[in-house]
C-alpha cells in the first residue's frame, strides 16, 4: 500500500504526456507530474518519492522535500486563514491543514507555530495539530539515561525550555545548562541526563559521559605539576581555601586526584609539596576514553604551518571541518555580557571561516578583524561575506611570532575559538598572552575556547593542550579577571563531539 506522509519507494510502470505513472506491488498506481520527474530513467527502475494527496484528494508523488513527515513536530508558518482552519507552508504545493478543532489558540496569518502532523484514518488525509501535549506521552519511554536523542524546543519556561524528545516525549533542559541561544522550533542534539521517579526527562545539550566523568582532577594536576617544573608546594594538609585557589577544585577532590596519581606511580607526596616521580616519563592516562576525530592522524612533522593549514582548508568543505559551527552561540552568548558597543574594535584570532564574523556583522558591530595564519581559509570567509567582507579587517599573521598583530592600534575584545590549544610549546603559549597583554584595553575582554580536560588529545593530525579556567588565569595573570567560564559539548559535522571550555576575562 502506498502511505502518505512519507517516502515510498515505488516503481516506474508508464510514461504519459503528463508525467510518469509509479506503483507499488499491490498494483497501486499513482502520478509523478512532470515537473517532479528526472531527466533519465528506464521503465520498471525503482524511484523513492513522497506521497501526500492533491487539491483533489488524489495520492501524488513529488520529489520535493516536505518540511514535516507523519508523526512528527516542526515549525511552520502559517501561509492563510480560512472557514475550515488555518493553513501551513509545509514546502508542497498544496498547504497543510490545521482544523480549528486542532488549534490550541486561534492561528494567525504569518506566524509560526508547533506542529504535529498525523493521518484520519477515516479520510487518509494528513492534518496538523498545534495540540502538541496530546501527541507527546512519558507514561512508556523508549529512551535511557545517557541516550543521545533528538530535540525540538517547544516554549520557555520559568526552569528552563521545555523539549520534545525524540517526536514521542517532553523534557526539559534546565537554564543554568544553557549555554548557547535557544529559540522555540530550533532542532538540535541532546543527551537523557537523568529520568525521574515520575517519568519526567531532564535533558542536558552536553554529553552525559563527560558530564559523570571518572576524575579528570588527575590531569589538571599532572598538568600544572609539568608547567611548574615538576613540583607544587601544596600537600593533603593544606588548607581548603588554598587549593581551591590554586587548583579551582574542592581538597577532597584534591585528595583522590593526588591518590589515583601516587597509585598510577607519576608523583611523589613529599612534607612540603608533591613532585613528578622521577621514573614518569610517560603522561598521565585520560580520565576516560577520547574518541577519535576523522581527522586525526599520526603526528605530523609540521615546519610550516601556513601551509599546513591552507592544505587543510582545501582538502574540505568549511562545512565539513571538524570546528565548523553553523551558528557562534557560545561566544555571542558571552559577547551579550560585555556589553560592548557597535564601535567596539573585535580582533577574532584564527577566524578561519567561522561564522562568528557573521554574527558580529549581523549584530551590528562596526570595527572587526578577522585574524587567521591560513590565506585560504581567510580567502574563504571573504567569499562567503561577499560584499560585507568591505565592512572587516584582514590580518593574515602568525599569533605565536606576530608582526602585523603586534603594530595595530589596542583592541576592546580579543577572540579566539580553537587556536590556542594547539600551542603546546611554553615559547608559544607566552607569546600568545604577552600579546593579548600588549592589545587588550583597560577594562577590555578576552574570550577563549579551547579543549578541556576531558576533551581529545589532538585535533587535525596535530597533539592539543588542554585546558580548564583555573589553567587559563594561571596563564593570562592576576591583571585579568575571570568573569565567566563553562563547558560545552561541541557537535562535529561528522556526529562526533568535543569537550570545550569558554572563559570570558576582564582586564583591570
Known amino acids: 500500500m502506498i502511505e502518505v506522509g512519507k517516502y515510498n519507494t515505488l516503481k516506474i510502470l508508464r510514461e504519459t504526456s503528463v508525467g510518469l505513472y509509479l506503483g507499488d506491488d499491490e498494483d497501486e498506481d499513482m502520478l509523478l507530474p512532470n515537473k517532479y520527474c528526472p531527466e533519465e530513467y528506464k521503465q520498471d527502475e525503482e524511484i523513492v518519492v513522497f506521497v501526500y494527496r492533491d487539491y483533489a484528494d488524489r495520492k501524488i508523488a513529488t520529489n520535493l522535500t516536505p518540511l514535516i513527515f507523519i508523526n512528527e513536530f516542526a ?9 475550515v482552519g488555518a493553513f501551513l507552508d509545509w514546502g508542497l504545493e498544496k498547504d497543510l491543514l490545521v482544523p480549528f478543532k486542532e488549534q490550541r489558540q486561534k492561528m494567525e496569518e504569518g506566524r509560526w507555530y508547533i506542529v504535529y502532523m498525523d493521518l484520519d484514518t477515516k ?45 514521542q516525549h517532553k523534557g526539559l533542559v534546565f537554564e543554568n545548562e544553557i549555554f548557547k541561544t535557544l529559540k522555540v522550533g530550533d532542532k538540535l542534539k541532546g543527551y537523557v541526563k537523568s529520568i525521574r521517579e515520575d517519568n519526567k526527562l531532564d535533558i542536558s545539550l552536553q554529553a552525559i559521559g563527560y558530564l559523570k566523568s571518572n576524575d579528570p582532577n588527575t590531569q589538571l594536576i599532572y598538568n600544572l605539576l609539568q608547567e611548574n617544573q615538576g613540583y607544587l608546594a601544596i600537600t593533603d594538609k593544606s588548607s581548603p581555601e588554598e587549593i581551591s585557589s590554586f587548583f579551582g577544585i574542592s581538597k577532597k577532590a584534591f585528595k583522590k586526584a593526588i591518590g589515583a596519581l ?19 616519563e610517560e603522561p598521565v592516562p585520560p580520565a576516560e576514553k577520547v574518541m577519535a576525530s576523522s581527522c586525526e ?10 601551509s599546513y593549514w591552507n592544505k ?6 568549511v562545512e565539513k571541518l571538524g570546528w565548523y559551527e553553523d551558528s557562534a552561540g557560545p561566544t555571542m552568548l558571552l559577547i551579550n555580557q560585555t556589553e560592548l558597543e557597535a564601535d567596539a574594535r573585535i580582533l577574532s584570532i584564527g577566524a578561519g ?40 579587517e584582514w590580518i593574515l599573521d602568525d599569533v605565536t611570532q606576530a608582526k602585523a598583530l603586534e ?21 608559544d603559549q607566552d607569546s600568545y598572552f604577552n600579546l593579548i597583554r600588549k592589545l587588550v584595553k583597560p577594562d577590555g575582554f578576552v574570550i577563549i575556547a579551547a579543549y578541556n580536560l576531558d576533551g581529545a588529545q589532538t585535533c587535525c593530525g596535530l597533539p592539543v593542550h588542554r585546558y580548564n579556567k583555573t589553567m587559563l588565569q594561571a596563564k593570562i595573570g592576576k591583571e585579568f579577571k575571570l568573569k565567566e567560564s ?12 568535543r569537550a570545550y571550555i569558554y572563559v570570558l576575562f576582564q582586564r583591570n
Open 75 to 83: 515549525i511552520l508558518k502559517v501561509s492563510a486563514v480560512s472557514e
Open 486 to 497: 563553562f563547558d560545552y559539548m561541541h557537535d562535529m559535522p561528522s556526529g562526533d563531539t
Open 262 to 280: 601516587y597509585k598510577l606511580r607519576k608523583i611523589e607526596l613529599l612534607a612540603d609539596g608533591i613532585k613528578i616521580a622521577e621514573e614518569s
Open 297 to 306: 592522524t599520526k603526528k605530523p612533522d609540521v615546519t610550516d604551518y601556513s
Open 407 to 427: 603594530k595595530m592600534p589596542l583592541i576592546d575584545l580579543w577572540q579566539d575559538r580553537a587556536v590556542l590549544h594547539f600551542f603546546n610549546d611554553k615559547a
Open 353 to 392: 571561516a567561522s561564522t562568528f564574523i557573521d554574527d558580529l556583522l549581523s549584530d551590528g558591530f562596526e570595527n572587526i578583524i578577522a585574524n587567521d595564519i591560513s590565506s585560504t581559509a581567510l580567502d574563504k570567509l571573504k567569499e562567503r561575506l561577499g560584499a560585507e567582507s568591505s565592512q572587516v
Open 123 to 167: 479520510t487518509d488525509r494528513l492534518y496538523a495539530s498545534n495540540k502538541i501535549e496530546k501527541h507527546l506521552q512519558n507514561e512508556e519511554l523508549s529512551v535511557e539515561e545517557g541516550d543521545k536523542v533528538d530535540l525540538i524546543v517547544m516554549q520557555k519556561t520559568d526552569l528552563g525550555f521545555s523539549v520534545i524528545v525524540n517526536n
Open 312 to 317: 587543510a582548508y582545501e582538502k574540505s568543505p
